[in-house]
């Protein structure tokens, strides 16, 4: 009597779990399965000369209908200013026929403080009868950039390195921008990258050597070098600096 009693326990706990299984089974159908939602990537940065980039959503299937999701600011995670950024919208449209939709976030670097670095993230609003797939959320980084004109200053120093000194004026104003005060700075010093931000105007970079021979070529092949640094490609701002005396000026415009 025992042993049936088990028997007919056994078997009605498989019956059990086999309908639980088959009630929570999800089917992936692009036409006809259970909604699976997912944004596109976690994470993604924005970088100036872009400007902007799309927040996409993802679906398993397709319907004959246009469908809108909604996308919820993540105020946890994000660091971002609302001056700073715009988003053409906040939910995402997937058209008929389509397993994909997006919004547009576009930065305005103008309103970015220096040296500061942002982080805007939005989560994915799952309605119901929908199902995360895998990533709800997605964060979108964004920093601080040259908005006016950046400009780079590239050295290769030759054997004698720390009797090299530069600076750099408002050719208009003669007022000092930015450079040495005096010799020295470089000791040991291979190559030197310098970058600025400046507004438009017409400069004078002017290079020093202490000894009075240049940076090139008895005493090691020193290059100095100038570009501006634009999205649609770089610039040389001046002719090449090697051979000269105790001191050159090479003169520049930018923006006009």
């Known amino acids: ?9 056994l078997a ?8 639980s299984c088959e009630e929570d089974l999800i089917v992936f159908d692009a036409d006809g399965g259970q909604s699976s939602l997912s944004l596109s ?14 927040i996409v959503v993802e679906s398993t299937i397709r319907t004959s209908a246009d469908r809108t999701f909604n996308l919820m600011l993540n105020a946890d995670l994000t660091t971002a200013d609302p001056s700073e950024y715009s ?25 970015i403080p220096d040296g ?10 799952i309605p119901d009868g929908s199902v995360l797939n895998t990533r709800g959320t997605t964060q979108i980084a964004y920093s601080s950039a040259c908005t006016e004109n950046e400009v780079k200053f590239d050295f290769v120093f030759d054997n004698y390195p720390e009797e090299t000194a530069w600076q750099l004026y408002d050719a208009d104003s003669g007022d000092f921008i ?4 005096g010799f020295g700075n470089y000791d040991d ?16 970079f002017v290079v020093f050597d202490q000894f009075g021979d240049g940076i090139c070529c008895a005493y090691g092949n020193g290059t100095i070098n100038g570009n501006l640094i634009a999205c649609d490609g770089n610039t040389s701002l001046f002719d ?9 000026v090479r003169s520049f415009s930018v923006g006009n």
Not at 95 to 111: C, L
Not at 241 to 247: H, P, V
């Open 189 to 204: 010093f291979e190559t030197l990258s310098v970058t600025l931000c400046i507004p438009d105007g017409n400069y004078d």
């Open 87 to 111: 988003i053409s919208s906040t939910s995402v449209t997937i058209p008929a026929g389509e397993f994909v939709g997006s919004t547009t976030v576009t930065i305005d670097f103008t309103a």
């Open 41 to 54: 990537t976690d994470s993604q940065t924005i970088e100036f000369c872009e400007g902007s980039e799309d």
């Open 240 to 248: 090449q600096i090697d051979e000269f005396g105790g001191q050159i």
């Open 12 to 19: 009605l706990l498989v019956v059990f779990s086999y309908t």
């Open 116 to 125: 500061a670095s942002r982080i805007l993230a939005y989560d994915l609003v």
């Open 178 to 181: 930015d450079g040495d005060t």
């Open 1 to 9: 009597m025992k042993n049936n009693i088990l028997k007919l326990t």
